[in-house]
């Protein structure tokens, strides 16, 4: 029986991700595990208990408690008011904050970005590059949306979504193979592509497009279109999306009317190549 994914986020946490630095004598175990208790929050769908927090963070539970101890009295964490566990606290924000106003990209992308959704007037996102997943870092939506089409840190699969398609373009076909042979290829819906075959016929299209154009990939109702941003060296760090709705639009209609635009907005929040790299790159 097919199972289909909701729409959860999908979490980069890895509880043994701190092994493998454990040759690295500058790197603290201490602070790999403070970063586990953070991203055990990462898949829950409600406040965590300490036991939770222990178990999902994979550490004892008297590490846990420690932890927590500290990031409550940090303001990293704080409590459920209903006292039910513990929640990320409001100093969070603060660095997301410090995040999205410090990043060059993002400081290029937000007028582009606004002036993208002025002229389409459909929801427009731009997402980064996170190996098997995307990141969306800004979020401009449309009239009627999801709760999860709204927030900023919402994370989907590179394989099946629009940007990650216009951001697997760029890379060889053997880097592309390796994210879809570790990603989970779950379907969210009956129409999700499911294999490396379904997703290199995106990519090979979106290579002699410039742009994706994918439907039915996470809500049955959705066509999206994407192309990729740039670093100075070429290779692709995020991409710039736009996402309507197929009983307004066909596939076809939506790409005619909104791929140049969104094209033309990613290769202006790109970098652009010193003039060396840029003499190899057209060589």
């Given at each position: 029986?097919?199972?289909?994914?909701?729409?959860?986020?999908?979490?980069?946490?890895?509880?043994?991700?701190?092994?493998?630095?454990?040759?690295?004598?500058?790197?603290?175990?201490?602070?790999?595990?403070?970063?586990?208790?953070?991203?055990?929050?990462?898949?829950?769908?409600?406040?965590?208990?300490?036991?939770?927090?222990?178990?999902?963070?994979?550490?004892?539970?008297?590490?846990?408690?420690?932890?927590?101890?500290?990031?409550?009295?940090?303001?990293?964490?704080?409590?459920?008011?209903?006292?039910?566990?513990?929640?990320?606290?409001?100093?969070?924000?603060?660095?997301?904050?410090?995040?999205?106003?410090?990043?060059?990209?993002?400081?290029?992308?937000?007028?582009?970005?606004?002036?993208?959704?002025?002229?389409?007037?459909?929801?427009?996102?731009?997402?980064?590059?996170?190996?098997?997943?995307?990141v969306y870092a800004l979020r401009m939506p449309s009239k009627?949306?999801?709760?999860?089409?709204?927030?900023?840190?919402?994370?989907?699969?590179?394989?099946?979504?629009?940007?990650?398609?216009?951001?697997?373009?760029?890379?060889?076909?053997?880097?592309?193979?390796?994210?879809?042979?570790?990603?989970?290829?779950?379907?969210?819906?009956?129409?999700?592509?499911?294999?490396?075959?379904?997703?290199?016929?995106?990519?090979?299209?979106?290579?002699?497009?410039?742009?994706?154009?994918?439907?039915?990939?996470?809500?049955?109702?959705?066509?999206?279109?994407?192309?990729?941003?740039?670093?100075?060296?070429?290779?692709?760090?995020?991409?710039?999306?736009?996402?309507?709705?197929?009983?307004?639009?066909?596939?076809?209609?939506?790409?005619?009317?909104?791929?140049?635009?969104?094209?033309?907005?990613?290769?202006?929040?790109?970098?652009?190549?010193?003039?060396?790299?840029?003499?190899?790159?057209?060589?």
């Amino acid at each position: 029986m097919t199972t289909f994914r909701d729409l959860r986020g999908i979490s980069s946490f890895d509880p043994d991700e701190g092994e493998a630095y454990k040759d690295d004598p500058l790197f603290m175990r201490s602070v790999a595990r403070t970063v586990a208790v953070m991203s055990a929050f990462q898949s829950a769908r409600h406040p965590l208990s300490l036991s939770q927090v222990a178990t999902a963070a994979g550490v004892d539970r008297s590490a846990a408690q420690r932890i927590v101890h500290s990031l409550l009295k940090l303001g990293m964490l704080t409590r459920d008011p209903e006292d039910r566990g513990y929640l990320p606290g409001l100093r969070v924000l603060d660095m997301t904050h410090d995040l999205l106003r410090l990043n060059p990209m993002l400081q290029r992308a937000n007028p582009v970005m606004l002036e993208l959704r002025r002229r389409v007037r459909e929801r427009v996102d731009l997402s980064l590059f996170d190996d098997v997943r995307v990141v969306y870092a800004l979020r401009m939506p449309s009239k009627h949306e999801i709760f999860s089409a709204t927030i900023v840190g919402h994370a989907v699969p590179t394989y099946c979504t629009a940007g990650g398609i216009a951001i697997l373009s760029l890379l060889p076909d053997e880097k592309v193979a390796d994210i879809v042979k570790r990603s989970d290829l779950t379907p969210f819906t009956r129409h999700t592509i499911r294999t490396l075959d379904e997703v290199m016929v995106h990519v090979h299209a979106t290579r002699e497009r410039g742009h994706s154009v994918l439907c039915r990939q996470l809500l049955n109702h959705e066509v999206a279109i994407g192309a990729p941003i740039r670093d100075s060296s070429g290779a692709p760090i995020g991409a710039i999306h736009v996402a309507g709705s197929l009983q307004e639009w066909t596939a076809e209609s939506f790409s005619d009317s909104f791929g140049p635009l969104v094209q033309n907005a990613a290769q202006t929040v790109s970098e652009k190549a010193p003039i060396g790299i840029r003499k190899g790159i057209q060589e």
